[in-house]
């Protein structure tokens, strides 16, 4: 995982292996910091859900707690030592954008949070408060997944 002071560089990444894909997420826990915003790109089971598992385990969150919140659209972890709060959106069910509106992502950014979203090919044209990083997930054999992080760029 390339990194500059500013953000995260352009990086393609191929995990052959869930281990592979945990190492990976870890880097990426790593790097991330209060205010953030990571949006997810990828088909069903392409892995989204997977990968925040493991950067919801690096802030001390039980990986079984992660689960994608398709009911209820947004699920909330209380990361104890780290004192951070994570927010995790699952935005398949949006149909348009005046649902995404509804949800005043801004109301989440509290000092302290991280938000994640999935299916965020849902969103259409929107801009971020804070730093916002893309991972886009090809699904490129059974076991094996691509990822593709980036500074995201609003209205992509
Ligand atoms: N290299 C890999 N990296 C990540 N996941 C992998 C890999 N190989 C296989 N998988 C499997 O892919 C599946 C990914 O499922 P997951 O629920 O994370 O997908 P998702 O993108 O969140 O789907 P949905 O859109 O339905 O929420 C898991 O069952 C996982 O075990
Ligand atoms: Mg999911």
Known sequence: ?????????????????????????????????????????????AGKTFFIKELAGFFGVPKDLVVSPSFNIVRTYRAGEKNIVLHHFDLYRIRNEEEVAFFEFEDYLEENSILFIEWADRLGKITFPGRAISVAITITGERQREFTIAPWISSQ
Not at 13 to 28: F, G, I, Y
């Open 1 to 45: 995982l390339k990194t500059e002071s500013s953000g995260i560089s352009r990086n393609k990444t191929v995990c052959k292996s869930l281990m592979s894909t945990r190492r990976l997420a870890q880097e990426v826990a790593a790097f991330l910091k209060k205010g953030d915003i990571v949006l997810f790109y990828g088909d069903l089971g």
